[in-house]
């Protein structure tokens, strides 16, 4: 609660929405948990959230029946619902095809675009170029590289490291 309350929204590696609540009211809990508002008072503050998620259309389905990208969608709108100044994602494209973390890239594009500020842990590179700017490559704690993504990939220690590349 204090993290909302500061403006820090996060999606973490596991997700554990609660299965047999409709997204809508996943979202509901996550707004007034996070900003302790009431049920009235979140819900008119909640569809926004549901349109840039990508999941206005799944509002009224349970999270139990949402596929690996729904279930995605749906713990990035939960760490919107608070409306946060600055947006950390854990690995949040891992274990998507090429084809659903296309989809997904698209919406954090657009979240990015909308001046949010986010910081965006990841091991599906790929993801990361078409929307980061820069780019910290850490190593057990030590900062390796902060560039854009291709000069890092271009740092030798960063090929050995993290790409098993013989250096």
């Known amino acids: ?42 819900t008119a503050l909640r569809a926004d959230v549901l349109e840039r998620c990508a999941l206005i259309d799944r509002a009224n389905q ?19 619902a608070a409306q946060p100044k600055l947006l950390v994602l854990d690995e949040i494209a891992g274990g998507l095809t090429k084809v659903e973390c296309q989809a997904l890239i698209a919406t954090i594009r657009r979240l990015h675009q909308d001046r949010m500020t986010i910081i965006w842990i990841e091991h599906v590179l790929h993801t990361l170029n078409s929307v980061v700017e820069r780019q910290l490559v850490l190593d057990f704690g030590r900062v390796i590289g902060l560039h854009v993504l291709a000069a890092n990939l271009a740092s ?12």
């Open 1 to 42: 609660m204090q993290r909302c309350q500061v403006g820090v929204g996060c999606s973490v590696q596991i997700r554990q929405p609660f299965s047999n609540l409709t997204v809508f009211e996943n979202l509901v809990v996550a707004a007034g948990y996070g900003l302790g508002l009431s049920a009235r008072a979140v």
């Open 62 to 80: 349970t999270a139990c029946r949402l596929g690996l990208l729904g279930r995605k969608r749906l713990e990035l709108a939960r760490a919107m």
């Open 156 to 167: 030798r220690e960063v090929r050995g490291i993290y790409l098993g590349i013989e250096v």
